[in-house]
Nanobody, 132 residues
Framework: QVQLVESGGGSVQAGESRRLSCSISGYTNVAYCMGWFRQAPGKEREQVAAIYTGGGDTKYADSVKGRFTISRDMTKKILSLQMGNLKPDDTATYTC??????????????????????????WGQGTQVTVS
């Protein structure tokens, strides 16, 4: 079956950097739209970044813009999130997701649940990032 597995989480100090990775397996064709989400205790889930394969287009939430970078290796099937200048407010469980069938406009909407259902959606289990 399709699986997304995050790695790279842990405890870091404010101002430091951290790189998260998401490995994708279980399906033949890689989805064009993928993204990173996060959720802190007691808060709603937030999509912090999205990427659409079709020129390397990306979109970021204002809360992380300029500090985070999303990238994708189509050959290795790995989605990454480079996080720089981390702040205590970045503390959350980070989850990667893939949305098959989503077009660029929907992919970049950065809604809590990602693009509207129109294809198959896949979510990872999440990795904890704690910034102190």
């Amino acid at each position: 079956q399709v699986q997304l597995v995050e790695s790279g989480g842990g405890s870091v100090q404010a101002g430091e950097s951290r790189r998260l990775s998401c490995s994708i397996s279980g399906y033949t064709n890689v989805a064009y739209c993928m993204g990173w989400f996060r959720q802190a205790p007691g808060k709603e889930r937030e999509q912090v970044a999205a990427i659409y394969t079709g020129g390397g287009d990306t979109k970021y939430a204002d809360s992380v813009k300029g500090r985070f970078t999303i990238s994708r290796d189509m050959t290795k099937k790995i989605l990454s999130l480079q996080m720089g200048n981390l702040k205590p407010d970045d503390t959350a469980t980070y989850t990667c997701a893939a949305f098959q069938g989503a077009l660029a406009q929907a992919c970049f909407a950065l809604t809590v649940g990602g693009p509207s259902p129109g294809g198959n959606n896949y979510w990872g289990q999440g990795t904890q990032v704690t910034v102190s």
